[in-house]
């Protein structure tokens, strides 16, 4: 998630040879499975957050060149699963007007990521998630956003996963402010980031990160971040509304965190 505005650099400093898988990978493979489940569980339960954890390990495991790839796989996976999962409350309409705006956005910051002052730029991010998380629980609307407003939103977060990573935290709080909650909001939610995958996939498919060793990693992954979205849907089936209500603010209070952290 975070990590995104140090591809330039750090994509000059590796060599092609840490696109190549490596002896003695099985380890670290079911290492990377173990925390995809979790992970995917997590984001299934809350929204967000457990995106932008996977892609810190999967950097930590792998490197960042092989790590950004892989974790718009699994994503992919992980919010294909969320949005299959829970597709018979995914507001499609609202998908619809998301998309108008996220699609030419976030290629648009995938041309950008070169050349745009980052640290700054995250540093409002985070300052702007962090008000309108508290806006929304201590002053909450009085008025429901339209759904065609929704092509600002997708617009931002567009922008924002493919300078950043991040998606989730910035379309949470308008999604809940929109009456999303439950299935409602995860299935909206997980739909709206996939719309953003799949578009990043053409972006570095274009820049030849696509490894066929990424590729297998991200093949390998599939089953437990589907897994464990599977779980997650169990898992919100018993939870009560507020309580995913908390767990969404609190994951993108956390995410806010560490925007302003410079993580």
């Known amino acids: 998630m975070l990590f995104v505005q140090h591809l330039p650099s750090e994509l000059s400093r ?22 995809a489940f979790a992970l995917a569980w997590l984001s299934s339960v809350g929204g967000v957050g457990g995106g932008a954890l996977m892609l810190i390990a999967f950097t930590a495991l792998y490197g960042l060149q092989v790590a950004l790839p892989t974790h718009t796989l699994t994503q992919l996976a992980s919010n294909g699963g ?38 700054p730029l995250k540093r409002v991010l985070g300052g702007f998630l962090i008000v309108t998380v508290f806006w929304r629980r201590f002053r909450p609307p009085r008025a429901v956003p339209a759904d065609k407003t929704f092509a600002a939103v997708g617009a931002g977060c567009g922008l924002a996963s493919a300078l950043f990573g991040a998606a989730g935290p910035v379309a949470a709080p308008f999604f809940l402010v929109k009456g999303f909650i439950g299935s409602a909001y995860i ?26 060793h990424v590729l297998q990693l991200g093949l390998a992954l599939t089953p437990a971040v589907v897994a464990g979205a599977w779980l997650g849907r169990r898992t919100v089936a018993r939870m009560h509304a ?22």
Not at 19 to 33: D, F, K, N, R, V
Not at 97 to 113: K, M, N, Q, S
Request: proline share 5%; no cysteine.
């Open 14 to 35: 590796q060599s092609a040879s840490a696109l190549e898988p490596s002896t003695g990978l099985l380890p670290t493979l079911l290492t990377a499975s173990v925390l």
């Open 82 to 119: 969320r949005a299959w999962f829970n597709r018979h409350a995914v507001q499609w309409r609202v998908i619809t007007w998301y998309a108008l705006g996220a699609v030419p956005f976030a290629l648009t910051g995938g041309l950008l990521l070169p050349y745009v002052p980052v640290e």
């Open 187 to 212: 299935g909206t939610e997980a739909a709206a980031s996939l719309i953003i995958q799949l578009t990043k996939i053409v972006a570095y498919g274009a820049g030849s990160l696509l490894s066929v």
């Open 242 to 263: 507020q309580a995913l209500v908390l767990v969404t603010e609190a994951g993108a209070a956390v995410a806010a965190t560490l925007l302003l952290a410079g993580i």
